[in-house]
T-cell receptor, first 117, second 114 residues
Framework: GAVVSQHPSRVICKSGTSVKIECRSL??????MFWYRQFPKQSLMLMAT?????????EQGVEKDKFLINHASLTLSTLTVTSAHPEDSSFYIC?????????????FGPGTRLTVT | AQSVTQPDIHITVSEGASLELRCNYS??????LFWYVQSPGQGLQLLLK??????LVQGIKGFEAEFKRSQSSFNLRKPSVHWSDAAEYFC????????????FGQGTELSVKP
């Protein structure tokens, strides 16, 4: 498998502030990374596909101005939750794919628990 | 539209008993199919995958799954469950023509009785 890290693992922030979550592919260069959101006891919902050097592709219903994604290098993608509100509290998970376009197997990070107070 | 259904939200089995977790998918073409396991506080780990070829696929930790096109199913099985198998299990379908997007089922929580 592949090693994917996320930082921080847990974060608590106040309503109205912004939070940045990092996703790193530690042992291979990933042209495509994915960001998911998981509510308690629920499934993973794809938020966006992050492509190195280009704009992210957001899923329907996901606010791109609220969830800013930057894939600045082949090993790092960041998700910034802007002007966070309590309803943004969730578990955010990233994944990376070895293959161009994100095809095939994805390797997942351990997730980041965001709590907005 | 693609979808994945895991009919069982929670299953409890005794240690040493056999296990089958159900997964049904909806997709027009031949899908890529995956089973992932998520333990508390940990990321998703791939158990096995089906892309093509032999419809019975072997995975890690003694798991296997069988792709049945006629039933649109990809059920996960294990002949003898261990206490360490207690976790959340997710079935997912991927579409090659959609840039590798994965659609996940709702998940099945497995509890193992001693």
């Amino acid at each position: 498998g592949a090693v994917v890290s996320q930082h921080p693992s847990r974060v608590i922030c106040k309503s109205g502030t912004s939070v940045k979550i990092e996703c790193r592919s530690l042992d291979f260069q990933a042209t495509t990374m994915f960001w998911y959101r998981q509510f308690p006891k629920q499934s993973l919902m794809l938020m966006a596909t992050s492509n190195e050097g280009s704009k992210a592709t957001y899923e329907q219903g996901v606010e791109k101005d609220k969830f800013l994604i930057n894939h600045a290098s082949l090993t790092l993608s960041t998700l910034t939750v802007t002007s966070a509100h309590p309803e943004d509290s969730s578990f955010y998970i990233c994944s990376v794919s070895r293959l161009a376009g994100g095809l095939g197997e994805q390797y997942f990070g351990p997730g980041t628990r965001l709590t907005v107070t | 539209a693609q979808s994945v259904t895991q009919p069982d939200i929670h299953i409890t089995v005794s240690e040493g008993a056999s296990l089958e977790l159900r997964c049904n998918y909806s997709y027009g073409a031949t899908p890529y199919l995956f089973w992932y396991v998520q333990s508390p506080g940990q990321g998703l780990q791939l158990l096995l995958k089906y892309f093509s070829g032999d419809t019975l696929v072997q995975g890690i930790k003694g798991f296997e799954a069988e792709f049945k096109r006629s039933q649109s199913s990809f059920n996960l099985r294990k002949p003898s469950v261990h206490w360490s198998d207690a976790a959340e299990y997710f079935c997912a379908v991927g579409a090659g023509n959609q840039g590798g997007k994965l659609i996940f089922g709702q998940g099945t929580e497995l509890s193992v009785k001693p």
